[in-house]
């Protein structure tokens, strides 16, 4: 299956994929305007039953048929190239898994708040804590989503608020939410790619940078820790104010590892 994907500029590739519940619209808005003078090719993909991607078949909508999907989209776009991955939160976890199968092709990951344990049960996740909080007006077209931005943003603000309109909102309205649903069956034995255990041992060659939200109530963040403390290559950023909304709890931050990361390639 061929993903929905958007192609910008030329240069190194870097592959961009979202998580679960948006789009690739939020991984252009985060990461685009941080560009400015780079010679990248980004190679931003929709996921399976969302954006402009079809749903897969429901026998097929597990893990490891999406991460098969990206790899013959990847492919179908850039040949034979090789290239960097950015991911965030299910699509951390899919770069990750891409870069565990293709060791060769994948230069380099820059993860934020990415999976690594499959079934929610199973995770180490931390309490929520509200750093920041300022009066907010909530307009009715969007009153429906402010539950959802309230339980996981930690910085709660009219400025974060707005963000989470203008990124997060209209990838959710635009997702198959019976597809997501699939992916999320039996207890997420589905959403857990089926080599996950070797995935959370393996150590990896390729250079890492995994940015962490110390009250990140949907991943956590000491999984992340352990994980990382195996990364020979590895560069790991806990952010005290921050949760798995955690480009919009500190977008600054993120951009500032992230320029590293272009600067290093």
Same mark, same amino acid.
């Given at each position: 299956?061929?993903?929905?994907?958007?192609?910008?500029? =030329?240069?190194?590739?870097?592959?961009?994929i979202?998580?679960?519940?948006?789009? +690739? $619209?939020?991984?252009?808005?985060?990461?685009?305007?941080l560009?400015?003078?780079?010679?990248?090719t980004?190679?931003?993909?929709?996921l399976?039953?969302? !954006?402009?991607?079809?749903?897969?078949?429901?026998?097929?909508?597990?893990?490891?048929?999406?991460?098969?999907?990206?790899?013959?989209?990847?492919?179908?776009?850039? !040949? /034979? #190239?090789?290239? $960097?991955?950015?991911? *965030? =939160?299910?699509?951390?976890?899919?770069?990750?898994?891409?870069?565990?199968?293709?060791?060769?092709?994948?230069?380099?990951?820059?993860?934020?708040?990415?999976?690594?344990? !499959?079934?929610? &049960?199973?995770? @180490?996740?931390?309490?929520?804590?509200?750093?920041?909080?300022?009066?907010?007006?909530?307009?009715?077209? /969007?009153?429906?989503?402010?539950?959802? *931005?309230?339980k996981?943003?930690?910085?709660?603000?009219?400025?974060?608020?707005q963000?989470? #309109?203008? #990124?997060?909102?209209? !990838?959710?309205?635009?997702?198959?939410?019976?597809?997501?649903?699939?992916? @999320?069956?039996? +207890?997420?034995? @589905?959403?857990?790619?089926?080599?996950? $255990?070797?995935?959370?041992?393996?150590?990896?060659?390729?250079?890492?940078?995994?940015?962490?939200?110390? +009250?990140?109530?949907?991943?956590?963040?000491? $999984?992340?820790?352990?994980?990382?403390?195996?990364q020979?290559? &590895?560069?790991?950023?806990?952010?005290? /104010?921050?949760? @798995? /909304?955690?480009?919009?709890?500190?977008?600054?931050?993120?951009?500032?590892?992230?320029?590293?990361?272009?600067?290093?390639?």
């Amino acid at each position: 299956m061929l993903l929905h994907y958007d192609l910008r500029g =030329s240069g190194t590739p870097i592959v961009f994929i979202h998580g679960a519940a948006i789009d +690739h $619209d939020a991984m252009e808005q985060w990461f685009e305007p941080l560009f400015a003078g780079q010679m990248h090719t980004r190679l931003y993909i929709d996921l399976p039953g969302m !954006g402009a991607t079809p749903p897969l078949p429901p026998a097929q909508t597990d893990s490891d048929h999406v991460l098969a999907a990206i790899a013959e989209t990847v492919t179908a776009v850039l !040949g /034979n #190239q090789s290239f $960097d991955v950015v991911g *965030y =939160s299910y699509g951390g976890y899919l770069a990750l898994a891409l870069a565990y199968q293709e060791p060769t092709r994948v230069q380099r990951l820059f993860l934020v708040c990415p999976t690594l344990t !499959g079934i929610r &049960g199973e995770r @180490h996740v931390a309490e929520h804590r509200i750093i920041q909080s300022a009066p907010i007006a909530v307009s009715a077209a /969007n009153a429906d989503y402010f539950a959802n *931005y309230h339980k996981v943003t930690v910085v709660q603000n009219p400025q974060t608020w707005q963000a989470f #309109q203008t #990124q997060v909102i209209p !990838g959710i309205r635009r997702t198959n939410l019976d597809a997501l649903h699939q992916l @999320h069956r039996d +207890h997420g034995t @589905h959403y857990r790619l089926s080599f996950e $255990d070797q995935l959370k041992a393996t150590n990896f060659a390729q250079p890492i940078t995994l940015l962490s939200g110390r +009250h990140d109530v949907t991943i956590g963040y000491t $999984d992340h820790e352990a994980f990382m403390t195996h990364q020979v290559n &590895g560069t790991f950023g806990l952010f005290a /104010n921050a949760g @798995h /909304n955690l480009p919009i709890d500190q977008y600054p931050m993120m951009a500032a590892y992230f320029t590293q990361f272009l600067r290093e390639s």
